[in-house]
Every structure is written in structure tokens, then in C-alpha cells.
């Protein structure tokens, strides 16, 4: 299982969610709880071509929830452009907000304010970027400036779309339709901001399976100049090779950041094991950080080839990290069979994946690959687990890795966490933002 295919689903903007009335959305049946609301709280601004939801939905609407899921209406929108501003109201008329229209899938609209009077305008989005640029002086350090993420959707205002910068060029992913409307208004807005040598769009409206990621066409060009087919970031010093125009992933996964660090000050004197190794970035933290002995495993050799190239790029040996490509848990079996342990595993698994007929996936599959990582790990050892699906919970996540490690014998613990770094903002009432969920564990 290759983790050069599992990224599509990396956010939480990636996937056509559903609805899921145990979680806090706008389409579930319970909202948050609140105090008592004034009667003169929210103005009433009925609209005969708005969107109207009930209470339970207005409730988590208030509390900043960015998504209005189509089943949440109370009547239908037909006719409506995508990307087409509409006013919200719940059940009484009253005001609750914008959103922009979205055609297709669970999320009807995604909102974009919730201010009585308001226009969707290059005003309000160079504010609003102003706003986010601000955000990253403030919260992002110099030592990733280069490759940081510059605009996170619904947390930094901007419905369905992100942007990363890998240094002089912008990488632009676009989750829903709706964001063809503000586009073409947003781009020089960009350019004027940040001054990139070149723009790049990925497209993600459709979910990506790990069998399609190879028809995928690469980032489409925007604006600039061409990228060349790949150059360095830095991140903490360590060097990466990206390349921007690849169809799924440039090669850094820049919301794993904290986790990256979190395992370099973990792998002094331990021999690790790197499960779904992708391009080397959790390896080469592992290096620095003193590992005796670091081996990858990953279904792709270009992925091993990569790491080689991103550790000679950081002035580290290029033969550092034992490379084995093929099935995780064949590997796992056959260390299990020839009693080889390791003192820590960092297992960061694809949402789904398929692999010469063996097929994973982290919502069904989490509890066996916990299991098979406990039986090659260290009385006292450690794993790195993460979980990078929004639609698998913290509880589903936890609870799959205890009952694995029951079978296998073992108990874990948690004994330190992370999420994702300040340049990905998620807004506190929107739990399906949260998607990256990082555990280290003793066994």
C-alpha cells in the first residue's frame, strides 16, 4: 500500500462528507449548547430565493459551523447557480447568515458570513487575506516560511478552497464547485499579496481513489511562470524536493508538520520503523533526531528513490534508511515470523489504498494494522499513529488501535498528542475540521 497514493482524502475539505447525526454539524439532529438567546439577537431578513434550516441546524450555524448539508433544508434550491450567494435564515425568518451554493454532493452551502449586510467582493476577500497573511507572520516561524499553508478554507474565510506556498510558486486546491465563482477575482489578489513566481490549481471537487490517482491530470497552470519539474523547500532545516504540478501530491504534506517534529525528539537511540513511508519526511526527522537505525517501508520504489534524493538534498547519507517496498502487513508478518522488533514505528496509513488485490482502508482496517505493528514492537517500545481521515473520529481511532493492541496481547497508552500547526486554523465549532489526528503511543 503506497503512501504516494493516500492523500486524497488528507483534509477534511477532500471528501463528499455525509451526514452524521452522532457529530457536531449543520446537518445533525442535536445543536450546541447555548444560553438563553434575545429576542432582538439576530434580525429577520426572510428572502423568497434563501435557504431556510431548522433550529437544531441554526443552532450550530451560530456557533460558526461552515456547512450546510443538503438534507438540512427545509426546502429545496433549484435554480441556483453554482457558487451563488444566498441568504440563510432558520425557521422563523431570522438572519443567520451567506453561503455559497454548491450543485453537488452532501454540502448544499458553504457559508461565508454571517453578518446581515454583506458582499462577496475583492474587498472582503483581500481583507480576509490580509487577515490570514497576518495570521502566518504572527504564528508561523521562519523555519518552514518557505512551505507553509497561506489560506485553509472555512477557517481562514474562503469557502472550499486552500492555498500552500512551496516556496516561489502557490499551489491552489479547490474542493467545491462553488469556488469558480470567486476564482477568476481571487488570483490577483493573490499575486498581489504574495508575489509568487507561478500559480498552480489542483483540482480535488472529485474524491480521488487510490486506484485513479495515476489518470489524474497534473496542477493546471494559472498564472506566472512555469514551475520546473522539481525544486527545494526547506522545512527546520531539512530540505525536500517538490514538485507543484504533480497530480495529487507535491511530495510534503505540510499539515503532518508537528507530528515531524514531535518524532525527532523522540528517535534518539531507537531503531524505527517507518510504515507508509511516502517521500522520506518522517525518515529524515528520524535520522536527525539519532536513530540508530531507520527502515521504510512503502508499495512505490520511487517513493524510496525520493527519500534518498531529500536526504542528500539535506546533507545526510543517501543510503541512511533501509528501503523495503511492497505490502505493509507482509512486511509486518514476515518481521513478526523472523522475531524482528523495533523500538519505535510511525505508521501514517493512506485513508484507502489497494495494493496487488489487498485493499485498506483506515475506517475498516485501523484495529488489524494496530495489531500487526504491536506484535513487532519493543516491550516498552513506542508507535506514532496517525490518522489524516475526517471521516474517522478520535474515538473510532483510539479505540480501533486498543482493541488491535488487546489482540496482539499488548495495552497502549497514549502519552503525547498533536493536530495540526497554526497554519491550518480550523473554526471551533467544526469538528469535521479536525481531521489530522496525531497519538504517540507506549506499548
Known sequence: MTDGKKRSSRNAHDSKPGRDTKRGHAGARQGPRRGKRTKDQFKPAVRSRGAKVRESVARWLRAGHPWIF????????????????????????????YGLFEPEGAVALRMVSHEVDFRWDEDTMLARLRAAKAHRERYVDEGFAGASRLIHADGDGFPGLAVDRYGEFLLVYKYAAAVDAYLDQLLPLLEQEFAPGGIYLQDRTRSVSAEDSQKRPPAA????????PEFEVEEDG???????????????????????????????????????????????????????????????????????????????????????????????????????????VVVDP????????????????WNQLAEAIVRVVEPGGEILAVANAASLTEEEFLGAIGEGSQAAGRSARVIAECGLPPDFPVLAAFPEGKYLKVKLLTV
Open 221 to 228: 497552470h494559472l498564472a506566472g511562470k512555469a514551475a520546473p
Open 70 to 97: 443538503r438534507d438540512a433544508l427545509l426546502r429545496p434550491l433549484d435554480g441556483v447557480e453554482p457558487g451563488a450567494l444566498m441568504a440563510v435564515a432558520d425557521e422563523d425568518g431570522n438572519h443567520l447568515g
Open 238 to 344: 531539512l530540505r525536500f524536493l517538490i514538485d507543484v504540478t504533480a497530480p495529487v501530491s507535491p511530495g510534503l504534506f505540510l499539515d503532518l508538520r508537528e507530528g515531524r517534529r514531535m518524532l525527532e525528539r523522540v528517535a534518539k537511540g531507537k531503531r524505527v520503523l517507518n510504515l507508509f513511508s511516502f517521500t522520506g519526511a518522517l525518515a529524515l526527522r528520524a535520522v536527525r533526531g539519532g536513530a540508530v537505525d531507520v527502515t521504510n517501508v512503502d508499495a512505490a520504489a520511487r517513493s524510496h528513490a525520493r527519500c534518498r534524493q531529500n536526504l542528500a538534498a539535506s546533507n545526510m547519507d543517501p543510503e541512511a534508511c533501509e528501503a523495503l517496498t511492497g505490502d505493509v502487513f507482509k512486511h509486518l508478518e514476515r518481521f513478526r515470523q523472523r522475531e524482528r522488533s523495533f523500538d519505535l
Open 350 to 365: 493512506p485513508p484507502f489504498s489497494t495494493v496487488k488485490g489487498s485493499t485498506f482502508s483506515a475506517l475498516e482496517h
